[in-house]
């Protein structure tokens, strides 16, 4: 194999799951826990083939869009097929029964908003240490979270799973991707610890986390990541 073609090797492979994961949550037969592991796989794709193609002086053109073309059903369709999911579960009686069949629909405003995101990146073309808005993965996660933490039956379930917050949650959701708040790039150019501090600092508080409050630490990671960011950005601007 043409070492070349290997980060577009992995970036359909991180298509072909997507796929996957597509079909099991439209399916509905599976637990949405289980099908975000499988989410998580195409995550830590999406992270090694720019690494590697970076290692390689393997960026090219075809190589961007394919990734975006990827990252549009990975991270685009997916979430929206999240939210529709859990408008369906949801309570009728939030909304009235007429407009209870159509409001589900609502969720896939995410995948509009994905979809002008991933366009709006790639014709930046910038090397910026910093995203224009929340980074489509990062978002499929926050939106996991959420989806998971509303089928786990505890009291949160309830609160969330409402037509009213559901809507709430994608509306943020969809802002954030299409907004122009500065967060922080996360393609690592290396792996040493200078000109990394922040990443690796968002890492060593997220994995501890995670492991002690499980899904519940997603939204806090991510606010922290959000704030994190804005911060920085402020530090290098002044």
């Known amino acids: ?52 193609a970076r290692k390689l002086n393997a960026k090219s053109e075809l190589g961007l869009q394919l990734d975006s073309l990827a990252d549009m059903i990975s991270f685009g369709l997916v979430p929206g097929v999240l939210l529709y999911n859990m408008f369906l579960d949801a309570p009728s009686s939030s909304v009235g029964s007429i407009f209870s069949s ?12 994905s979809a002008y995101r991933l366009a709006k990146f790639n014709t930046l073309k910038t090397n910026s240490k910093f995203f224009k808005g929340l980074p489509t993965p990062a978002n499929t996660m926050l939106i996991y979270s959420f989806s998971i933490i509303s089928n786990d039956g505890s009291a949160f379930s309830d609160m969330i799973l409402n037509y009213n917050v559901i809507m709430f949650i994608t509306l943020i959701c969809g802002f954030l991707l299409v907004s122009n708040i500065k967060l922080l790039n996360f ?42 960011s804005i911060g920085t950005y402020y530090k290098l601007k002044t």
Do not use: H, Q, W
Not at 19 to 35: F, I, R, S
């Open 1 to 52: 194999m043409n070492l070349r073609f290997f980060p577009n090797s992995i970036t359909l492979l991180n298509l072909f799951i997507g796929c996957v994961v597509v079909l099991l949550l439209v399916e509905n037969n599976v637990e949405v826990k289980y099908v975000f592991v499988i989410s998580v796989i195409c995550l830590i794709l999406d992270f090694l083939d720019g690494y590697i």
């Open 102 to 113: 159509f409001v589900p629909f609502t969720g896939f405003v995410i995948t509009l908003c």
């Open 187 to 228: 393609k690592f150019k290396s792996l040493k610890f200078i000109g990394n501090r922040r990443r690796f600092l968002i890492i060593f508080v997220s994995v501890p986390s995670i492991i002690i409050y499980g899904i519940y630490a997603i939204p806090l990671i991510l606010g922290l990541y959000i704030l994190i």
